[in-house]
């Protein structure tokens, strides 16, 4: 029987309009964070403590939130998730209002609203799987991949042009697009999980079992180590865009627009994710972002915040073509009653690093020169790239005509046993 197309899904598409008003509010902060932060203390090095903090939140809350996601109903707490993150911007924007913020707040409620987006995420894995047949499982993570282009485009500009009018309003505006979230997600009729016996086995045990499930699949674990590493690259060069810009004498609305560029290549990219990954094999399309982050390189060349801006949009063209490969691997292979913990450990393998990403940009851009900083950052993408490149789970990378059939292998009765 063929499956219903994803625009006709009404749970696919109520679930990504969820998404969408969750990580659209994100966005539009993302970019108001580290210009209040500039606005106040004038600090490169502040504004990377607070991305910093940020991060660190969906690192740290992995592990316990996939583990929640796999015991408790996954809706609820995505709904969980959005109240306890729409408290804390909503503070902020209050605190902005009465004039009353002091900087320690905002990487404290960076923070919260870190371990939100972890709690959300972990458990957003398992709905996608419950709304889509896993023969759309790539087409649904190229449209997941999609819309965060399209967030990412539209998005930066916006949180700056909103900051323009007043410092509150990105901050009010992304309390309120958590409750539009929670009602479409409360309106999905699908259960977010399969049916499942409590499991009272220790807690060790069942986190181990997500890092067992991970390490046990060679390709699996190489993407997670591989792309969670670059996850130190991308969050540290855009936030040495903005920094630079701001140096430049930018304005919020045009350094928006500048990241704006970013999300407007993941965007295309997404576009262009099927003919990608009809025309190369998995490994080229995997090594292909890898190799592009040394891009950055070309600020050395000619230091200018285009030129350094310029220099990641192949990276960003090339972002979406590889998370339909490897999410879509994820989703497909993982058994429903280890989705979340599975999610997690992965998540917690690429945030572990994201972190320092932003701190390392800031700090440096305080202390050295721009073009140390971004030689810092290609440094780290050409090693990673050639060790990519050699990369024996990379190198064997096996085909997407497989799913289907590790799939079935991975979710038969006899491998859930």
């Known amino acids: ?64 939130a996939g583990l929640a996601a796999d015991r408790w109903n996954r809706k609820w707490l995505m709904v969980a998730a959005h109240a306890g993150r729409a408290l804390a911007i909503g503070t902020l924007a209050a605190l902005i209002l009465l ?19 972890t709690l959300f995420s972990a458990a957003q894995a398992g709905a996608l799987r419950a709304v889509v047949p896993q023969r759309q499982l790539p087409d649904a993570v190229a449209v997941v991949t999609g819309r965060e282009a399209a967030i990412s485009l539209a998005a930066p500009p ?20 958590y409750v539009f979230s929670a009602l479409a997600l409360l309106a999905m009729r699908t259960p977010f999980q399969e049916e499942r016996e409590p499991d009272r086995s220790p807690l060790r045990s069942r986190l181990a079992e997500g890092f067992r499930f991970l390490w046990d699949h060679p390709f699996l674990r190489a993407c997670a180590f591989f792309y969670g590493l ?20 930018l304005s919020g609305g045009e350094i928006g627009l500048l990241l704006s560029a970013f999300g407007a290549c993941l965007l295309l990219g997404a576009f262009l994710s099927p003919l990608v990954r009809r025309q190369l094999p998995v490994r080229g399309v995997l090594l292909l972002e890898l190799w592009t982050w040394t891009g950055c390189g070309l600020f050395l060349v000619w230091p200018n915040v285009y030129v350094l801006t310029a220099s990641i949009l192949p990276t960003a063209l090339a972002i979406p073509s590889t998370d339909s490969v490897v999410r879509s691997y994820e989703l497909g292979m993982t058994p429903d009653r280890l989705l979340g913990r599975v999610e997690s450990v992965r998540s917690t393998i690429a945030l572990l690093i994201a972190p320092l990403g932003p701190l390392t940009a800031g700090f440096l851009l305080d202390t050295t020169s721009e ?3 971004i030689g810092v950052f290609a440094a780290f993408g050409l090693v990673l ?11 064997s990378a096996p085909s997407l005509a497989d799913l289907a059939d590790v799939t079935a292998r991975e979710t038969s009765p006899a491998a859930a046993s």
């Not at 916006?158 to 697009?177: C, D, I, K, N, Q």
């Not at 690259?233 to 430049?248: F, S, T």
Request: overall charge positive; cysteine-free.
């Open 230 to 249: 670059a996850n130190f690259i991308g969050p540290g060069v855009l936030l040495a865009v903005l920094v630079i810009g701001e140096r430049d004498g």
């Open 371 to 373: 073009r140390a900083t």
């Open 158 to 177: 916006l949180g700056g042009a909103l900051f323009v009018v007043s410092r509150a309003l990105p901050f009010l505006v992304h309390t309120v697009s």
């Open 1 to 64: 029987m063929t499956p219903v197309p994803l625009r006709r899904n009404r749970d696919f598409m109520l679930l990504q309009t969820a998404a969408l008003l969750s990580s659209g509010g994100s966005q539009v902060t993302a970019i108001a964070y580290p210009l209040l932060v500039l606005a106040i203390t004038g600090s490169p090095a502040k504004a990377g403590v607070v991305a910093f903090a940020r991060l660190l939140g969906m690192a740290l809350l992995a592990l316990p």
């Open 99 to 117: 004039d009353a913020i002091v900087f320690w707040a905002i990487p404290l409620i960076a923070f919260v609203e870190g371990s939100g987006a």
């Open 385 to 395: 790239a050639l060790w990519g490149t050699l990369n024996p789970a990379i190198r």
